[in-house]
Nanobody, 121 residues
Framework: QRPLVESGGGLVQAGGSLRLSCAASDRYYMAWFRQAPGKEREFVAFISTSGDGVFYGDSAAGRFTIARDNAKNTMYLQMNRLKPSDTAVYYC??????????????????WGQGTQVTVSS
């Protein structure tokens, strides 16, 4: 069983919405990252194990919402008002321990395989 499995990516028009899911094998501190072609992997959002602590990167603030359902061990990313610049592979990341800093890639040691999000203009 893979520890993290993303789903929900796809093709959407600019201005539309998508909801990504990440099913986890355990209750982790979790985050979403994304990587566009030719660019570095970028932090999107973080959520604590309880769901009470959330933090967003600049690209997500005001448009994306991170949430989790601990009964299902699943994390979500609701993405609204999507732009072509949001086109990327979105990755779910996790850590068993609370990260000192939530934005660095190195804070997470468990990664999903990614799900493609494409936003057309």
């Amino acid at each position: 069983q893979r520890p993290l499995v993303e789903s929900g990516g796809g093709l959407v028009q600019a201005g539309g919405s998508l909801r990504l899911s990440c099913a986890a094998s355990d209750r982790y501190y979790m985050a979403w990252f994304r990587q566009a072609p030719g660019k570095e992997r970028e932090f999107v959002a973080f959520i604590s194990t309880s769901g009470d602590g959330v933090f967003y990167g600049d690209s997500a603030a005001g448009r994306f919402t991170i949430a989790r359902d601990n009964a299902k061990n699943t994390m979500y990313l609701q993405m609204n008002r999507l732009k072509p610049s949001d086109t990327a592979v979105y990755y779910c990341a996790a850590s068993r321990f609370a990260p000192d800093l939530v934005m660095p890639i190195s804070s997470y040691d468990i990664w999903g395989q990614g799900t493609q999000v494409t936003v057309s203009s």
